[in-house]
């Protein structure tokens, strides 16, 4: 994110935050999880492939008796996704949709067999979206954003550790989006998290957190 917060601006053109040596840091890092989560506002604006780049690390996993590729999951309450989507078309592994009743069964038949479409129930309950990946054997869950994603799980407690990296700039403008949406965040004032490790990359900053929990 920015100095102030945001991870992107309103430019047609998606901002870059990062540089090099830290999105090579961010592919070392997926390929130590089983699964990856955005958002489905992320799936339709970004449209990422969620792969780990590194051959190498690729075929690190595979040593290990790890698939390539890494699970990918969105969740999405309206279900408004692109079957031909990077997230769908890319990768080996499986694709999970995780969504509400109303949408369900309409939203499979959209994405006509390139992901399993999960039903949540009335609502989308983050706590039920992870029993069901950890039933599923996912161990290890990456969550790259965006704001939305980022405040349901940080709301929620769900997360246990935080790797945010900030660049050397501001944006300033109020209507870009954020790193974080309006919420009540158990991690305030009163109950801090733990800063677990400060490093420069370049001439951006990575700051790791763990929760309280851990």
């Known amino acids: 994110m920015s100095v102030d917060g945001y991870i992107d601006d309103l430019t047609d053109e998606r901002l870059t935050l990062s540089n090099a040596a830290d999105l090579d840091r961010v592919d070392a890092v997926r390929a130590t999880v089983d699964a990856i989560m955005v958002g489905a506002g992320t799936v339709r604006n970004d449209d990422p492939s969620l792969l780990i780049k590194s051959v190498s690390r690729r ?71 992870l029993a069901d990946l950890a039933a599923r054997g996912v161990r290890r869950l990456m969550v790259e954003g965006g704001g939305a994603v980022h405040t349901a799980f940080l709301t929620a407690g769900l997360a246990d550790e935080l790797q945010l990296v900030v660049a050397p700039f501001l944006i300033g403008d109020p209507g870009a989006p954020r790193f974080t949406h309006p919420g009540l965040f158990p991690q305030s004032p009163r109950h801090p998290m733990r800063l677990a490790e400060v490093r420069k990359i370049g001439e951006v900053a990575l700051l790791r957190y763990t929760m309280g929990h851990l």
């Open 59 to 129: 075929t690190e996993r595979v040593s290990r008796g790890l698939p390539e590729d890494l699970v990918k999951v969105t969740v999405t309450g309206g279900g408004d996704l692109d079957p031909g989507s990077r997230f769908f078309t890319t990768g080996t592994a499986p694709k999970l949709v995780y969504t509400t009743g109303g949408a369900a069964e309409e939203l499979a038949a959209r994405l006509g067999g390139v992901a399993t479409v999960v039903d949540l129930g009335e609502s989308v309950d983050l706590a039920v979206l």
